[in-house]
């Protein structure tokens, strides 16, 4: 079954057109992240989701039924905002229970609801306390809660962690991932952080302009991007990507990039002969003592010249020539490489992505 | 700046600023003065001048005993009236004008933008523009010369003024907690009553001494549209000055001055702070 089911949905802002036909199937206890960059239209989808705004053309269904004309309150979903939203002059009490006020819940069922959050969350403490009276992360935490009283059909985060400093950040990433599989329930979270995107999720839809790029689990994402502009969003540092020419080889098909020679998957035969864009990950060029398989013709060595260093304390980040194009690898930091140096290096190309240099999308 | 530099400049604009709260005060004062003097003794030496003995009595007489035209009840029964119309319309026009600044500043609906400048546009008309409408409102409705019809105006004419002051302090609330709050299911007055409510008092506290001081001071609608024991005192007043047939009551007119400018005064003294505090005061901080 699928929780939610977004068909055929556009949105336009008087002649601005936010989002285009977008299609999207989710099931029953995934959680789907939708990153982009910002202005890209995932808030506004989300609101879509919940009822909040309306869109221009297209259907929502949420567990097999369209709301289309359903109020937000009566969709059966939780929302998590970035702002937290809590009510400034409600206790913390107050913010988690007032939805349950207003659908006229028993005071004893309420109080037992505000407990088992409360605990879940560990803010029990904070109950009796107003908002301003909370650090940045509390106030998450009794968003979530308010959100987590409920148990709704469908969770919507909109960047839920993107107020908080860099530790709590990973903190609370942890805890939501956590919560999901405890609780199991569908959620639909909205990041433009690509790590976020990463480890939360179990499927990733990419938006770039209101046109949803890529739906597929984080792995495919990863490796296999759907085009360029995936490709250079998901990962950090970002995937290199460099102009090739793809020729036939002796065992194979192989992209000429300058003097270096990588061998590509047999499937891009069609393409020799033409130009590509090549890319390839920064962890896939590394020191040439790395051993990265055992699978013969997959790794080629050569020597470059290293142009800049940044040493980032678990591995090092080096900037070289690879047939005069300007790459990123990812080394050992025991390495002392210098900017000016010339050194061997060892490319995995398993994982390279070859892209059609007109329109960005992927070829193999 | 620092403290205790006493320059020519300073002292220039020390005499500057000392003039200008003189030229406001002066009036004030020969009033409060002459509300203390007796009437032969404003009357043998001048309009301007310390008391010589103090006539505490004339506010006694002001108060319930003075006549005006034929009534001799003092302004007590006008005060009422004023308390009468400036009270009820000074609420209802606040809360109205909170309702409607909540209305325009953070729900969508067609035509928001319309009706928020229809309402606002009541600031610049001119009062005597507006009397020839309101003749024949009250004429329709039968208000013509009672307290009611004054409520009514007054709550109406307000109303440009409170929902303008509302709406530019509720549009900061941000449109997130509102989504919060309909995700939860609350509905408009809900909305209204638990989350903007509350956040309200330093804007209706300014909104408020705005409506009392106007309301209270309006004199226009006062003498236009109520005669006789139906005046509030700004009108009043006049009567009183007008009516007088033999010696000239400074005295105890002066007292009656001061007890009718009482009430704004007092709100001046004890809202003075929330009012400047109020309105540079943010919805959410
Ligand atoms: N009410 C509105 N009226 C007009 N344009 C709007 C409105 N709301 C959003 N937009 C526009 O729609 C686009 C998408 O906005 P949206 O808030 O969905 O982006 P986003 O992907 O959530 O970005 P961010 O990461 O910055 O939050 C933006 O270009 C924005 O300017
Ligand atoms: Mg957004």
Not at chain 2, 29 to 54: C, D, F, H, K, Y
Not at chain 2, 68 to 73: D, E, I, P, R
């Amino acid at each position: 079954m699928s929780a939610l089911t977004i068909r055929d949905v556009s949105k336009k802002f008087g002649a601005t057109e936010v989002l285009k036909d977008i299609n999207l199937e989710i099931g029953s206890g995934e959680f789907t992240v939708l990153v982009g960059p910002s202005g890209c239209g995932k808030s506004t989808l989300l609101n879509i989701i919940a009822g909040l705004e309306r869109q221009s053309a297209g259907t929502i269904r949420i567990a097999d039924r369209v709301v289309n004309d359903v109020a937000p309150k009566d969709r059966d979903i939780a929302m998590v905002f970035q702002s937290y939203a809590l009510y400034p002059s409600m206790t913390v009490r107050q913010n988690i229970t007032f939805g349950m006020e207003c659908r006229n819940v028993p005071r004893p069922q309420r109080d037992e609801a505000v407990a088992r959050v409360a605990r879940l969350l560990q803010i029990e403490a904070l109950l009796e306390r107003k908002p301003a009276q909370l650090s940045g992360g509390q106030r998450q935490r009794v968003a979530m809660g308010r959100a987590l009283v409920r148990d709704p059909l469908l969770f919507l985060f909109d960047e839920p962690l993107s107020n908080l400093d860099a530790q709590l950040r990973v903190e609370m990433r942890m805890e939501i991932k956590q919560l999901h599989q405890r609780l199991g329930s569908t959620m639909v979270y909205v990041t433009h952080d690509q790590i976020e995107a990463m480890t939360l999720a179990t499927r990733i839809a990419v938006m770039r302009q209101g046109v949803v790029q890529q739906f597929a689990d984080p792995e495919t994402v990863y490796n296999r991007p759907a085009n360029l502009f995936v490709a250079r969003f998901m990962g950090a540092p970002p995937m290199n990507t460099l102009p090739a020419r793809l020729e036939a080889a002796p065992d194979g098909t192989v992209a000429v990039i300058g003097d270096v020679r990588l061998p590509v998957p047999a499937e891009a035969g069609r393409w020799i002969g033409r130009e590509v864009v090549l890319g390839i990950r920064p962890e896939c060029i590394a020191e040439s003592t790395r051993h990265f398989t055992d699978t013969p013709g997959a790794v080629i060595t050569m020597t470059a010249p290293v142009e800049m260093v940044e040493p980032t304390g678990a591995e090092t980040i080096v900037v070289l020539r690879l047939g005069n194009e300007r790459v990123l690898g990812r080394v050992s930091p025991d390495l002392r490489h210098r900017p000016g140096d010339t050194a061997p290096f060892t490319v995995d190309t398993r994982k390279v992505s070859l892209f059609d240099p007109t329109t960005g999308d992927r070829v193999v | 700046m620092h403290r205790g530099a006493f320059t020519p400049g300073r002292a220039f604009v020390y005499a500057v600023v000392c003039l200008i709260a003189a030229a406001y005060l002066l009036p004030f004062a020969v009033v409060a003065l002459n509300s203390l003097r007796t009437a032969e003794e404003i009357a043998q030496t001048s309009m301007i001048g310390w008391p010589q003995s103090w006539a505490f009595g004339n506010y006694a007489i002001a108060w319930d005993k003075f006549c005006v035209a034929q009534t001799c009840s003092g302004i007590q029964p006008y005060m009422a009236n004023s308390a009468l119309v400036t009270i009820p319309a000074t609420i209802i026009s606040t809360l109205l004008g909170a309702v409607a600044g909540y209305a325009v500043s953070l729900w969508r609906f067609p035509g928001d933008r319309w009706i928020y400048g229809i309402i606002t546009i009541g600031i610049f008309l001119p009062q005597q523009m507006r009397l020839l409408p309101w003749t024949i409102v009250l004429r329709e409705t039968a208000l013509t010369n009672t307290l009611t019809g004054l409520v009514l105006i007054h709550t109406i004419q307000g109303l440009s003024f409170t929902t303008l002051f509302c709406r530019n302090y509720y549009v900061a609330i941000p449109q997130e907690l509102m989504r919060a709050a309909r995700i939860d299911g609350a509905g408009f007055f809900r909305i209204f009553w638990r989350i903007v409510l509350p956040l309200s008092p330093p804007i209706l506290i300014v909104t408020v001494i705005w409506q009392f001081t106007h309301i209270w001071n309006e004199f226009l609608y006062g003498v236009t549209f109520t005669t006789g024991q139906q005046q509030p005192v700004t009108a009043a007043l006049i009567s009183l000055t007008a009516a007088v047939a033999d010696v000239p009551q400074h005295g105890v007119q002066s007292a009656a001055v001061m007890i009718a400018a009482l009430p704004t005064l007092l709100v001046y003294l004890f809202g003075g702070r929330y009012f400047v505090r109020g309105l540079t005061a943010g919805a959410v901080k």
